[in-house]
């Protein structure tokens, strides 16, 4: 009952005789021999029927960050190694009971389970560099604001040349007005400093030129108006309007 004291306390009976000593203490000992052989036999695990890994698989990981793995099976808690685990890239750790994924790049990768003729699902985990995808957009946004800081530049360019070019030919037109203005005046003052020529008479078929259209047996009805200079050139003066 109280082995291995009952041993010694058989063995310090008196009463009883060396062979029934030995027969007890070969009895309990194989007892206690079977006892120890079943305590260190591990009790054989039921068949393995289902691996499932699960995790936010729609989520996009940044790079070089942990990604937890969990791994359910069926029956619960069994115990699958880690050459069972099949990746396409990254790495799997192992520590504490916890599973985690990381990746140094960028991309997707595959997570599987193969162990004891069981497939698990297969994972897909998509990694991207956040922070050089904001460093890019960072610079694209700069890019951007750049090009339309130079677009209403050269705007503000072309719409100070256009005024400039409206300027000049607002001062050409101004000047061609004033231009135009002073021939108009110098005209004018030519025309009224200019002497007026004097005007005679011809008759109809004389010779003479007059100063009045009804001189002597002229008929004014017939008579035409020219310049004295023009007259002279082929007719003379009348004797009696030229005294």
């Known amino acids: 009952m109280f082995f291995p004291v009952g041993i010694v306390l058989t063995w310090r009976n008196k009463k009883w005789n060396k062979i029934v000593k030995t027969l007890f203490s070969g009895l309990f000992g194989f007892w206690f021999l079977i006892l120890c052989v079943a305590a260190a036999t591990p009790t054989p695990e039921k068949p393995l029927e289902e691996i499932i890994l699960s995790l936010d698989s729609d ?3 940044d790079i070089n960050n942990p990604v937890d793995i969990v791994v359910e099976t069926n029956p619960e808690d069994y115990h699958i190694p880690k050459s069972a685990f099949e990746i396409t890239g990254g790495e799997l750790d192992f520590k504490d009971d916890k599973i985690t994924f990381t990746s140094s790049v960028d991309g997707e990768f595959d997570i599987s389970v193969e162990y004891s003729d069981v497939m698990s ?4 985990l998509k990694f991207e560099d956040k922070e050089a995808i904001a460093q890019a957009q960072i610079a694209a946004e700069q890019a951007e604001q750049e090009r339309i800081a130079a677009e209403q530049a050269e705007q503000e360019r072309i719409a100070a040349e256009q005024a400039e070019q409206a300027r000049i030919a607002a001062e ?3 000047q061609e007005r004033i231009a135009a203005e002073q021939a108009r005046i110098a005209q004018e003052q030519n025309q009224q ?7 005679v008479w011809l008759s109809a078929t004389g010779s003479k030129y007059h100063n009045k259209p009804n001189c002597g047996n002229m008929n004014p009805n017939n008579a035409r108006q020219v310049t004295l200079s023009e007259a002279q050139m082929n007719y003379g003066p009348c004797k009696n309007c030229y005294r």
Do not use: F, G, R
């Not at 699902?121 to 897909?124: A, K, Q, Y």
């Not at 400093?193 to 005007?199: N, Q, Y």
């Open 193 to 199: 400093t200019a002497p007026v020529e004097a005007m």
């Open 172 to 174: 050409q037109a101004e």
């Open 59 to 61: 989520q996009v990981y």
């Open 121 to 124: 699902n297969t994972l897909t």
